[in-house]
Structures are given as structure tokens and as C-alpha cells.
């Protein structure tokens, strides 16, 4: 059962992504992937992040949010999503660099931009910095099925309900669903709820998912066929081999992948509810959470790989 309790005079105040991965979501990101760094990409980001970030992608990750309402950062407002144009309520989903990242570039170019920003020894300390906040940043967003959606602003313009307050279905997904499962299942601590989910990676559930999650390997759509490439090392290779050949701004097929497998929860997942649901209770919250989980779990350790690849020449992850 699908039904849309959007409603004309509900025509919100917010505009597209007034919230990403909300700040929780984030940090969940960022302190999951420094538990997976290997010695050069700790090296950089301690000594990139510095004592401003306490040296962790944890503290830095929510960054690119705070300045993208800043009249300076304005320019970055659209990198922190992909609009697909798919029908996720016909239970069509899919994402299309061509068709989907704008002209001004989207998530999937800017992942590329700063990749190669931060690979730039020529690039003054600060700037590979802003390139390593938006990497931290951006690989999280890109793992939120309606980051990934163009339908009605990536849900910013349905009206929800979560924990009995009026919200929009975005704002549920970054956050509302999320706290209320880090209140209700790890006693409102988000240390607790980021150790689980390390643990999970490292000996539980997780474990043996852990090679796909590195594989970039689309398990919703074959990946382009003009590509032959689907590794992360070859990425990152590529990138590099065609700088200053625009590559800058050719997305990589392994953020594709990652944005087609978020992209997927919204056929699956995401818009299942009925009018009337309260979205953080009852089935709908029991079948959001472990996505919401898992996708925290996913985007933290491919970022950990990322790194780990561009600092150390391989992942160096299982
Ligand atoms: C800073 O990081 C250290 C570990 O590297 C941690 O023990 C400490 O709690 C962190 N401080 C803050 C304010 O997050
Ligand atoms: C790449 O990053 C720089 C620095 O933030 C920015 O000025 C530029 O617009 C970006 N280019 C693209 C194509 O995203
Ligand atoms: C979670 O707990 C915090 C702190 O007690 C509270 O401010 C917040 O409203 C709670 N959020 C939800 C969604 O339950
Ligand atoms: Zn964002």
C-alpha cells in the first residue's frame, strides 16, 4: 500500500534540503570511518582536521551543512544531492548522471571535484581541507535514499508525522527516524549507537557484507557500459590519470553505484507508508531502521576505503 498524504496547503516552508543526514547522521559517518583508516589517510586527516575538528572526520562531517547557507558557500547547496527524475512510486528507480546532475554539477561531480582537490599538492593547506569536509560529508549523503530523489524535492514537500510532530518525509529520514532510534535502542547516545555499529562491521551481522560494500558493484541497475572500471583503486587511478582533462567533473562509477543502491530504498522502502502513519513508530520506523542503519554503516566504512585509497594506494579493508 502506497499512498501520498502530501497536501496542497502543506506547502512547506522548506525549501530543498533545509536538512541533510542531520547532524547526528553525519558524525555516525565520520567516527565510522576513522575507525577504519589506514596510516597515511589518518596521517592527512589528523593533521588536515587538526585541533579545530579534534582530528576526527566525526567532527568535521557536519561542516558542509553549517556554511551552505552561507552567503560565500551558496554555490555548494546543490552538491549535496543528485535530483533523479525516476518514479519511485510506480516502483521505478534509477539514476542517470546524464539525465540527473544538473548543469551546475551535483553530488556525483562534486564527490569527483574535491577527490582530485584533496590529491592537490599545489592546493594551499586549507583548501585540501574543504576538500577532505566535503568528502566526509558528501559520502554520507550520497548513502540517503532521498538525497538521491527528485520527486517532490526529494520528499522535502510531503508533509510527515514522527514521534506525533508535523514534519516532512526528507526531514524524517535525516533525523527524525534516527534520534528516535538512538533514544528508544542506545539510551539517546550517539557513541553507543556509532560503537554498535562498528561492531557490527567488524565481527556481527555486517561482516560478510563488508567485500560488496567495496566492490562497486550496482545491485539495482548494471553499471554504464562505456565503463569498464568498478573498483574504487581504479577510480581514484583514473581520476588522476585524466587530470586536467575535465575529469574534474565527470562523476566516478562508484558513487554512481552507491547513489543507484540509496536510490533503491525509495521504491522498496521509503515512500511504503499509508495516510496517516506515524513514520517513527509501528512498521513503517520497524523497516526504515535498519536501512538507515546499514546505509550509516556502508557510507562510513566506503569513506574509511576512499581515503585509504587515495592516502595509502588501497583500501586496505576486508
Ligand atoms: C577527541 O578525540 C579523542 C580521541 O582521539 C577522544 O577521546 C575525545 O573524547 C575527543 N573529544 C571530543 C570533544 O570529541
Ligand atoms: C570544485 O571545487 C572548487 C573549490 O571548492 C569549486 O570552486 C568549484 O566550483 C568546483 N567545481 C566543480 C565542477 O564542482
Ligand atoms: C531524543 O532525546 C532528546 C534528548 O532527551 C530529545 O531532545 C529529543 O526530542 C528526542 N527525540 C526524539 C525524536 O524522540
Ligand atoms: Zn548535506
Known amino acids: 500500500m502506497r499512498h501520498l498524504k502530501y497536501s496542497l496547503l502543506g506547502l512547506s516552508a522548506f525549501v530543498r534540503g533545509t536538512s541533510a543526514w542531520g547532524a547526528l547522521g ?20 589528523k593533521s588536515s582536521l587538526g585541533s579545530t575538528y579534534n582530528q576526527s572526520l566525526g567532527s568535521a562531517a557536519t561542516w558542509a551543512d553549517n556554511v551552505r547557507y552561507e552567503t560565500a558557500y551558496k554555490w555548494s547547496a546543490p552538491y549535496h544531492f543528485v535530483d533523479a527524475e525516476d518514479d519511485p512510486l510506480d516502483d521505478s528507480c534509477s539514476v542517470s548522471e546524464t539525465r540527473d546532475c544538473g548543469d551546475g554539477g551535483c553530488i556525483l561531480t562534486a564527490i569527483a571535484n574535491y577527490t582530485t582537490r584533496i590529491q592537490e599538492t599545489s592546493l594551499s593547506a586549507s583548501q585540501r581541507q574543504e576538500a577532505l569536509k566535503f568528502i566526509d560529508h558528501f559520502l554520507g549523503d550520497i548513502g540517503q535514499p532521498l538525497h538521491v530523489e527528485a520527486y517532490e524535492v526529494g520528499g522535502n514537500d510531503i508533509d510527515a508525522v514522527c514521534g506525533g510532530k508535523s514534519t516532512n518525509l526528507h526531514a524524517a529520514w535525516d533525523t527524525g527516524i534516527l534520534t528516535t532510534n538512538i533514544n528508544g535502542s542506545y539510551g539517546g547516545n550517539l557513541q553507543t549507537y556509532i560503537a554498535a555499529l562498528v561492531a557490527r562491521i567488524k565481527s556481527g551481522e ?82 526504515a531502521v535498519p536501512v538507515i542503519d546499514l546505509q550509516l554503516a556502508k557510507q562510513g566504512y566506503r569513506l574509511a576505503a576512499w581515503l585509504n585509497v587515495i592516502f595509502d594506494g ?3 579493508l576486508p
Not at 207 to 219: F, G, N, V, Y
Open 26 to 45: 553525519h558524525e555516525t559517518v565520520g567516527y565510522i570511518a576513522q575507525e577504519f583508516l589506514t596510516s597515511g589517510a589518518l596521517s592527512f586527516v
Open 206 to 287: 555486517y561482516k560478510s557484507l563488508t567485500s560488496d560494500w567495496l566492490s562497486c558493484t550496482s545491485i539495482t541497475e548494471p553499471v554504464s557500459t562505456k565503463r569498464s572500471v568498478a573498483t574504487i583503486e581504479e577510480d581514484i587511478k583514473r581520476l588522476g590519470a585524466e587530470k586536467g582533462k575535465r575529469a574534474s567533473i565527470t562523476p566516478l562509477e562508484c558513487p554512481l553505484v552507491w547513489a543507484r543502491e540509496a536510490n533503491a530504498y525509495d521504491c522498496s522502502v521509503v515512500f511504503s507508508y499509508d495516510s496517516g502513519d506515524d513514520l517513527c513508530e509501528g512498521d513503517y520506523f520497524d523497516n
Open 314 to 316: 588501497e583500501t586496505g
